[in-house]
């Protein structure tokens, strides 16, 4: 079993960065695809990007294409999402989201860590 603990959430100014950091629990965490979720107040909660177990494949939401990166570090157990360019529609809880396979759901997510970007 994995489970997972967000943190780097903050308040920070429109154009500025964030890191986001997801640590995980467990041995199996190297197989695990990775993803980063984010809820905005009144909305579904929505993708935005993704990392295999091997770092070999990401993927990301148009939204956010060209202004996040998301990396994962299996040595320290730990995803990463590097945000930047920071808009205020970015605003919401983010997530990380774990699934043992590319045929599975994410089934194992985190407590969330709160984004706000200030115009």
């Known amino acids: 079993q994995v489970q997972l603990v967000e943190s780097g959430g903050g308040l920070v100014q429109a154009g500025g960065s964030l890191r986001l950091s997801c640590q995980a629990s467990?041995?199996?965490?190297?197989?695990?695809?990775m993803a980063w979720f984010r809820q905005a107040p009144g909305k579904e909660r929505e993708f935005v990007g993704a990392?295999?177990?091997?770092?070999?494949?990401?993927s990301y939401a148009d939204s956010v294409k060209g202004r996040f990166t998301i990396s994962r570090d299996n040595g320290k157990n730990t995803v990463y999402l590097q945000m930047n360019s920071l808009k205020p529609e970015d605003t919401g809880v983010y997530y990380c989201?774990?699934?043992?396979?590319?045929?599975?759901?994410?089934?194992?997510w985190g407590q969330g860590t709160q984004v706000t970007v200030s115009s």
């Open positions: 989201a774990a699934r043992p396979g590319f045929l599975s759901g994410y089934d194992r």
């Open positions: 467990g041995r199996t965490f190297s197989t695990y695809d």
């Open positions: 990392v295999n177990w091997s770092s070999r494949s990401t």
